[in-house]
């Protein structure tokens, strides 16, 4: 089958990948003393255009309902309008709602409910925390990421990506109002989305229906705020800096113990309403966030000092400077635009920008050889949804996103800060020297969907949809290689030379003035090339998704079920190797590839009586195999796949306020893109296995998922939730290694890893009421795998170690892990809110003293529990100027109130971060054995003040 007829006949079959950004309201009005139904009762949703009439058995259903929290209203002629407060809509469920209509008993007379939200959702068929704007504005959080690591199935790994259900961090999927903005060279989110600007945030860790895909562990799906009716705003400051004790201090420098109140602020502020009634309003919001870091260095020495012959010179000025700065820049608009009762519009514009440093020990004595990082992404979407009948209505959206990626020491490739790579020496600190290593990278996708949902025999909701999503994705990684210079020296009599006698500067530590040397060999001293051949990574692809689904939900009395079946078509725009034991085009092994072995007659199979036919010897008249001529066969082009996915899942009540659910599918995800392109040209580095090369013919990687899960409320405002999970992970991203005629050897990447996943959750939440609400969540979780990294292939054959034959826990593993949420607070006065969260520690592999030779199995043993409580406490006041209310409020947030230093990393000869031994036994360096970057962030303090309106 072709890839034009592939491709024809998936657009032809309507439909999209559209992710969820609306659920739906349906309820029953009734005469509240017949208990007959009311027909043609007018249900509308208060300050909205979204509403219905009841139906001949006084049914309703309002399709299409953004998340967030709205006033409900049923008018009927002859009866007491009835308004209904607080009710909820999340996204892609169902908020029941019935009323109970009484006779008017004056005229204007308006009844008014508070409604209950239900602790057990009926219709949900697998497991999602859902997570609102008042959630998110009472916790000790700074991002949706560090809400995120407090619920169930979600953890963060000893590098601090995200995790759900034991997967790697690259196997989830992220959606910003309906449109996916997972980083597609890296994994991860490409943006940033600041807390204050989101309505809605799902973590989707169970079996997700068949409308997400490009993901295998979990989803997190966010749905921006849209303006209101009504102005209103806020604005935010805060400041803070680490404040920790004298014994946690002495992994750090010194410089940790001064306490700077503006080593980290922020500034935010939000502010909505309409911009013409009725018709459109919007939704704008910033933010500014500068933290100076507080892992610091010591600038003992400048970028040209050198060792030599146990000397090593200094010529930094002490100053202690901190190596982790994170500034960032956040700016969101969404603009809601009601074009008449059934069509309406919305627009939203993300920008994000950051400039980091991540800190890296060998260098923290030279801080000036330290590169930074700088991330800038913005996201456009637009979407139009229209609704054809009062049971059906489509949406199309439209997804731009376009970022790029920067890491450099300076922005000029060819500045003199660049040094020569000779000064970078040493066996554990770098006496000098520059990170030569430079990286950009950029991406553009363009995503259009199309999705339609319709209601058929009132308890089928049939979802179908199509997503086209076209990338360009370009990446240049490089090494700049910088010739030494001229010493400096003073010019005393003038004539621009160096003459002897005159006073100059001894870097290179031998005693006489040295000129400039040609050290990268282009024939010019002291100059800088960019480094070619095996250490330049440069490409650009263009490959193209496209995905279909068919979903049908059926809301019956005493059941639920999701059934549902997704179509990814995948087109990588990549090519592989037809031997891969001869990879570089420009530089061929093989004889084969180099002349035409076929004797003095220059004609192959006539075996030459000379005996030049097949002698491996390039003989007179055997011709050379040129360029042109190896394209022709070198590469073969990687076609098309296409993965079909189900998914079923069904809930049925075991009590009149629990269920029963179940559910199971197969889920699917591309790898990262840049493990299809890396090194796209085949430069394999000489000697050591150095090089991973990429692999355009990648396939899918593959779950199947299955949960059971019982949920009951056990009274009007606690309920217990029970999970049992297991998640079967093959095709996982691993590496072959490539032997090459010459010696040298490469690692490939391919699918041959696999991990399981199982696991038990249990959760006890109690809503909010008498000023307290609380969640308690215990998650029993065992996560293995024969690869937690997928360049472990690589380092072992480095190593002579063999491959894992076997499941062993990955690295991200925790086998115990509870968390507590817990609000105490008298609404709009005060509030003290906390996460705790208690873990196990993550797993590592013991080693001899020599930190080479195993002495047991691959993460057989665990390091120290992870223990940390963060905790918000506001106090509001009330202020009223002329018509307008404002709330004026003062808080402090303290992240690790117990100042406790959890050991993300450990040296794997004790198991601590706090001391290791060195070769063979011996002491470490103390300098370097204090590893401030291994242990997770000291006591933190913050004070601002909250204006809203």
């Known amino acids: 089958m072709s890839k034009r007829y592939i491709l024809f006949l998936l657009i032809f079959l309507l439909g999209q990948t559209f992710a969820g950004t609306t659920g739906k309201i349906v309820g029953r009005i009734f005469d509240s003393d017949t208990g007959e139904p009311l027909i043609s009762a007018n249900v509308v949703i208060k300050g909205y255009e979204l509403g219905a009439a009841t139906d001949l058995d006084g049914e309703f259903i309002i399709l299409g309902v953004p998340p967030g929290v709205y006033t409900l209203q049923a008018i009927y002629i002859g009866y007491s309008t009835k308004e209904v407060k607080n009710v909820t809509v999340k996204v892609d469920l169902t908020t029941k709602i019935d009323f109970e209509m009484k006779v008017e008993a004056f005229e204007g007379e308006t009844v008014v409910v508070i409604a209950t939200r239900p602790l057990v959702q009926k219709d949900a068929t697998a497991t999602a925390a859902v997570i609102g704007a008042e959630e998110l504005a009472v916790a000790p959080v700074e991002t949706f990421e560090d809400i995120a690591q407090t619920k169930a199935g979600v953890n963060v790994g000893p590098n601090g990506a995200l995790h759900f259900r034991g997967g790697r961090s690259s196997e989830v999927g992220y959606i910003v109002d309906g449109i996916p903005v997972t980083d597609a060279i890296n994994g991860g989110i490409s943006l940033d989305v600041s807390t204050n600007a989101i309505e809605e945030l799902s973590l989707i860790t169970g079996s997700f229906a068949a409308e997400y895909g490009q993901a295998m562990s979990g989803i997190v799906n966010i749905v921006t705020k849209q303006g209101g009716s009504k102005y209103s705003g806020s604005f ?372 030459d009586a000379d005996g030049s036919e097949s002698n491996g010897i390039q003989d007179p008249g055997e011709s050379i195999v040129t360029l042109t001529d190896r394209q022709e066969y070198w590469y073969k082009t990687v076609d098309p796949t296409i993965q079909l996915s189900p998914r079923i899942a069904f809930a049925f009540p075991i009590s009149s306020e629990g269920k029963l659910f179940f559910s199971y599918g197969h889920f699917f995800q591309l790898p990262p893109y840049n493990f299809l392109y890396q090194d796209f040209n085949n430069k394999v580095k000489p000697g050591l296995i150095q090089t991973d090369m990429g692999n355009s013919a990648l396939k899918p990687q593959k779950t199947i998922s299955y949960e059971v899960g019982i949920e009951q409320q056990l009274s009007s405002d606690i309920a217990a939730y029970l999970k049992i999970y297991q998640r079967d992970m093959r095709n996982i991203l691993g590496q072959d290694i490539v032997l090459l005629p010459n010696t040298d050897a490469y690692a490939v990447f391919v699918n041959r890893a696999y991990g399981r996943v199982r696991g038990v959750n249990f959760s006890l939440v109690k809503q909010f009421s008498s000023l307290f609400s609380a969640t308690v969540d215990y998650t029993y979780q065992v996560a293995e795998g024969n690869e937690s990294n997928p360049s472990k292939t690589r380092r072992n054959y480095r190593l002579q170690e063999e491959n894992l034959k076997k499941i062993v826990p990955l690295e991200w593993d925790q086998t115990h892990a509870l968390r507590i949420n817990a609000l105490v607070s008298k609404p709009g006065d005060w509030l003290i809110s906390m996460i705790g969260r208690f873990e196990s520690g993550y797993p590592y592999t013991p080693q001899d003293a020599n930190d080479i030779v195993k002495i047991a199995e691959e993460n057989s043993a665990n390091k120290i529990p992870i223990i940390k409580v963060d905790l918000n406490m506001k106090k509001s006041f009330k202020i009223e100027v002329g018509e307008t209310d404002y709330t004026f409020s003062v808080y402090a947030k303290v992240y690790n109130l117990f100042d406790r230093l959890n050991e993300n990393f450990v040296w794997d000869n004790t198991g601590r971060a706090t001391y290791g031994l060195g070769l063979f036994g011996g002491e470490f360096d103390a300098n370097w054995q204090r590893r401030p970057d291994w242990f997770s962030k000291p006591r933190e303090v913050f004070v601002g003040f909250e204006l809203t309106f």
């Open 236 to 607: 935010s400051s805060q400041m803070g800096d680490i404040i920790t004790s004298k014994k946690n201090s002495q992994y750090f420098l010194s410089e940790i113990e001064k306490i700077d109140p503006l080593n980290t602020y922020e500034l935010e502020g939000q502010f909505s309403g309409p911009i013409i009634d009725n018709k459109l309003n919007f939704n704008v919001s910033a933010r500014y966030f500068n933290d100076a870091g507080y892992l610091y260095g010591k600038r003992i020495h400048g970028t040209k000092d050198l060792e030599r012959n146990g000397v090593i010179t200094q010529t930094g000025d002490g100053k202690r400077i901190a190596l982790n700065s994170n500034k960032k820049y956040n700016f969101q608009t969404k603009l809601h635009y009601t074009f008449n009762s059934t069509i309406n519009f919305n627009f939203t514009t993300i920008y994000d920008n950051r400039e980091y440093q991540e800190y890296d020990h060998r260098r923290s004595e030279v801080p000036s050889g330290l590169p930074t990082r700088f991330n800038s992404a913005i996201q456009l979407i637009g979407k139009m949804s229209h609704n054809i009948s009062s049971k059906a209505f489509y949406s199309v959206v439209y997804g731009y996103l376009d970022k790029s990626f920067k890491r450099y020491l300076d922005s000029d490739p060819f500045s003199d800060k660049y040094v020569w790579d000779g000064y970078s020496t040493g066996q554990y600190f770098y006496p000098g020297g520059t990170d030569n290593f430079r990286q950009l990278s950029d991406q553009n996708q363009s995503t259009l969907k199309f999705d339609l949902t319709s209601l058929l025999f009132k308890n089928h909701e049939i979802k179908t949809g199509l997503e086209y999503k076209s990338l360009k994705l370009a990446n240049h990684s490089y090494y700049m290689d910088v010739d030494r210079k001229d010493e400096p020296f003073i010019d005393a009599n003038g004539n621009g030379i160096y003459d002897i006698g005159e006073s100059f500067t001894d870097i290179s530590l031998n005693g006489y003035w040295t000129e400039a040397r040609d050290d990268n060999g282009n024939g010019t001293p002291g100059d800088i090339i960019e480094l070619a051949g095996f250490t330049n990574d440069k490409w650009t692809r263009k490959p193209t998704e496209i995905a279909f689904y068919l979903q049908d939900k059926v809301e019956l009395q005493d059941m639920v079920i999701n059934v549902g079946l997704r179509v990814d078509y995948f087109d990588p725009d990549g090519r592989v190797l037809s031997d891969p034991t001869d990879p570089d085009i420009n530089r061929p092994l093989k004889n084969k590839n180099i002349w035409r072995d076929f004797g003095t007659d220059g004609v192959p199979n006539t075996n």
